[in-house]
Nanobody
Framework: QVQLVESGGGLVQAGGSLRLSCVASGANLGYYAIGWFRQASGKEREAVSCRSAPDDSTYSADSVKGRFTISRDNAKNTVYLEMNNLKPEDTGVYYC???????????????????WGQGTQVNVSS
């Protein structure tokens, strides 16, 4: 059974930074596509950044390019989302996702992941 557990969310002022972590159990994330998604209140879930395996093709939403970075530490079986220069519109619940048979690319990442974490809340104040 694959389980993903996110942490690192919180309240931050605009312009600040946060690093989200997602620890996996029951799977070797080195062989899985990984993704971070977010959902703001009253809005649909959207892809923030995704990375395929094993070639590490990376997708980033236009709204976060240059500010957010997705990475993985295979030794720790952990996925990270480094978020800099945060804006109030970045507020939402952030979810990590993983799947061994989905292959996002640089232009596209959808919610076709089989495994999801429970989410961590990020609030950015103005």
């Amino acid at each position: 059974q694959v389980q993903l557990v996110e942490s690192g969310g919180g309240l931050v002022q605009a312009g600040g930074s946060l690093r989200l972590s997602c620890v996996a159990s029951g799977a070797n994330l080195g062989y899985y596509a990984i993704g971070w998604f977010r959902q703001a209140s009253g809005k649909e879930r959207e892809a923030v950044s995704c990375r395929s395996a094993p070639d590490d093709s990376t997708y980033s939403a236009d709204s976060v390019k240059g500010r957010f970075t997705i990475s993985r530490d295979n030794a720790k079986n952990t996925v990270y989302l480094e978020m800099n220069n945060l804006k109030p519109e970045d507020t939402g619940v952030y979810y990590c996702a993983a799947d061994p048979d989905y292959y996002p690319d640089t232009d596209r990442c959808s919610a076709d992941f089989g495994y999801w974490g429970q989410g961590t809340q990020v609030n950015v104040s103005s």
